[in-house]
C-alpha cells in the first residue's frame, strides 16, 4: 500500500511538471493513464487560473476527464497541428524508445504523437529500463479474423494473451481487440520485429513507440523530477 502511494506521489510529480511546459493558445494533446490523468488534473486547475488551450485526447476516458474539468476539447480532424502532447509509458529506455499501450489506447496516442511538434513523456522512476520488452507488448487487432491473426503472431515465436475486463474481451476505444505479447527475453531489435509485426494483416498497431518522445520527465518517490 506506501509502495503503491509513494509511486502515486512520483506519477503526480510528472504529471504537474509538465503543466509548465504549457502555454497559452496551444493545442494540447491529451495522453490516457494515472500518469496522464495527474496531468490532466494539473491542466484543469492551470485552466481554472486563466490559462487558455484546446485540448484533444487520446481516449474517451481521457476526454471525459478533461470534459469534467471544464477543458475544451475538440475532434482531432478538427485541429491541423498539435503543439505538444503529453502521455505516460509502460517501459522506456536510454534512447527514448518505449511500449506504450498499458491502458489500451496506444493507436490513438500514436496518431496524437506524430502529429506532434513536441512530445512530453511522464513517467514514475520504475518504467526505465535498460531494454525494451521486459513488460508485454500490446497489440492492437481487428476483430475479423483475429484468430488467425494471433496465430501468426505466435508463429514468430511469442506467446500472446487476449486482454480482458471483467471476464469479457477488452475493446479499445477503436473496436478493436488487444493481444498481450509476453517475451522471455527484451528483443534483439524491436525495430525489426514492430516491422515484422505490422506486416501482419489484422494488426493495426503494436505499442512499439520509436522516436516519438522529445521530453521524458521521471517523477520520483520523494515527489521530486528530473528530465531526461
Ligand atoms: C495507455 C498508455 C499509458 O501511457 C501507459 O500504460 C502508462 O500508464 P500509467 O501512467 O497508468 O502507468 O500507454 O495506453
Keep these: 500500500m506506501l509502495q503503491l502511494m509513494t509511486l ?8 504537474y511538471k509538465a503543466v509548465e511546459h504549457i502555454k497559452n493558445n496551444m493545442i494540447v494533446g491529451l495522453g490516457t493513464g494515472s500518469t496522464a490523468a495527474y496531468f490532466i488534473e494539473a491542466l484543469i486547475l492551470a485552466c481554472k487560473k486563466g490559462l487558455q488551450i484546446t485540448a484533444v485526447a487520446s481516449s474517451e476516458k ?3 476527464l478533461a ?3 471544464g477543458i475544451k476539447v475538440v475532434d482531432l480532424n478538427e485541429v491541423s497541428h498539435i503543439d505538444i502532447t503529453v502521455d505516460g509509458a509502460d517501459e522506456i529506455d536510454a534512447q527514448k524508445r518505449m511500449i506504450k499501450g498499458g491502458g489500451g489506447a496506444h493507436v490513438r496516442e500514436k496518431i496524437l504523437a506524430s502529429a506532434s511538434t513536441k512530445v512530453i513523456i511522464i513517467i514514475d522512476e520504475t518504467k526505465f529500463s535498460s531494454s525494451i520488452g521486459t513488460v508485454k507488448l500490446p497489440i ?7 484468430k488467425i491473426t494471433q496465430k501468426k503472431i505466435e508463429n ?8 480482458t475486463t471483467q471476464d469479457k474481451p477488452f475493446i ?12 522471455p527475453i527484451p528483443p534483439s531489435s524491436p525495430e525489426n520485429l514492430h516491422l515484422q509485426l505490422k506486416n501482419i494483416p489484422g494488426v493495426v498497431e503494436t ?9 521524458v520527465i521521471i517523477g520520483h518517490k520523494d515527489g521530486s523530477t528530473r528530465i531526461l
Design 140 to 146: 492492437e487487432i481487428l476483430p475479423y479474423g483475429s
Design 172 to 183: 479499445s476505444d477503436n473496436g478493436n481487440l488487444i493481444l498481450d505479447l509476453h517475451f
Design 67 to 69: 470534459l469534467l474539468g
Design 62 to 64: 481521457s476526454q471525459k
Design 207 to 215: 505499442g512499439f513507440f520509436f522516436h516519438l518522445a522529445h521530453t
Design 8 to 15: 502515486d506521489l512520483a506519477k503526480k510529480a510528472a504529471g
Design 156 to 163: 514468430l515465436g511469442f506467446q500472446g494473451k487476449w486482454r
